[in-house]
């Protein structure tokens, strides 16, 4: 590939239509946003001010930012601020020609603060409505689980979440990997499939390729979050390529959370070639240096990939979506017509 050609696959990438499926909404709060809501609602943040939260921002492990990340949510107590949190993202989305999003929150960590289920939910719904309306972007809501947290906390929060149950696309299972490993979480899953949600969950992204099959087969994944290190268990590549399970990559989160050293060596590249089902994602963009397009930019650096890798790229995260099938032909019309007119 030419430099004139990378560049342009890369134009193509960046204002593509696509669905970002891996993204906390709690990792989309912005220092500033941080700092807003602690003040509006008197609360006093362990850092002098935006400059020294951001600088604090260098992680060696998912554990040093999860200690951050859960210390930062803490600004969050009203349904007005779950709104306020949740329209930021969507605007910053749909400037990068995100459609549709499904979004992970994680109620433990407002519950367990005294914060009512219903005043989360319904302040991101109230987000999403006003997000849709202002952006024409759709989104859903994912319920993830808390996995360092006991089975037992975990039922008891799908319990309260039962009467919201119209409002959540499905379930998932995120926070300490390493010694948390999904069969710990069977009897769970097995009650959100009963209630006839999809189910995700965060697996291989620092724990072992034998959880990416737990997750599979214990707790009946529909799509791995992260998967990367799937490559250290070449059946399973195999078995991800021939189930078609996707892989909700994110890359900047990988590189900031020293999974990989740097972007050249991520699998990502790899898993693409293999045929594996790959999506892009941000994960917790205001704390790994990027949105879903600097994820795209950060990738293109490393891999120049070209305009038809983008396309399946893009393709990939619509056909991973949990839309409906009529949702899902139209968006994908809508990103063969963006190719399609790009062509010489
Ligand atoms: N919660 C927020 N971001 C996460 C990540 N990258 N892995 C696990 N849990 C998370
Ligand atoms: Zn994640």
Known sequence: MTAASTD??????????????HVHIEG????????????RNGVQLPYADEAALAAAYDFDSLQSFLDLYYACADVLRTREDFCDLMLAYLA??????????????????????????GVVIHGLLDGIARGEAAFGISARLILCFLRHLPEDDCLATLAEAEPYLAHIAGF?????????PPAR???????????????????????????????????????IDHGVRAVEDAALVARLVRERVPLTVCPLSNIRLCVFDQMGQHTLAGLLQAGACVTLNSDDP????????????AVQAA???DAATWHTIARNSFE???VDAATRAAWIARLDAHFAAAQP
């Open 28 to 39: 989309t709060l912005e220092p500033a946003l941080a700092f807003a809501l602690a003040r």
């Open 172 to 180: 998932g299972l995120d926070s300490s990997e390493q010694g948390n």
């Open 8 to 21: 342009k696959a890369l134009a193509l990438a960046l204002s593509m239509p696509k669905a970002e499926l």
């Open 185 to 223: 979480f069977q009897r769970l899953f097995e009650r959100c499939r009963a209630l006839g949600k999809p189910v995700v969950a965060h697996a291989g992204e620092e724990g072992p390729a034998a959880y990416i099959i737990e997750a599979l087969d214990l707790l009946g994944s529909r799509r």
């Open 286 to 297: 205001a704390y790994f240096g990027g949105y879903l397009n600097d994820n795209i930019r």
């Open 303 to 305: 891999f120049g990939f």
């Open 92 to 117: 910053r989305a749909a400037a990068d020609h995100i459609v549709h999003a499904e979004i992970f929150f994680d109620p433990q960590t407002h519950t367990a603060r005294g914060i009512p289920m």
């Open 320 to 322: 991973a979506s949990f």
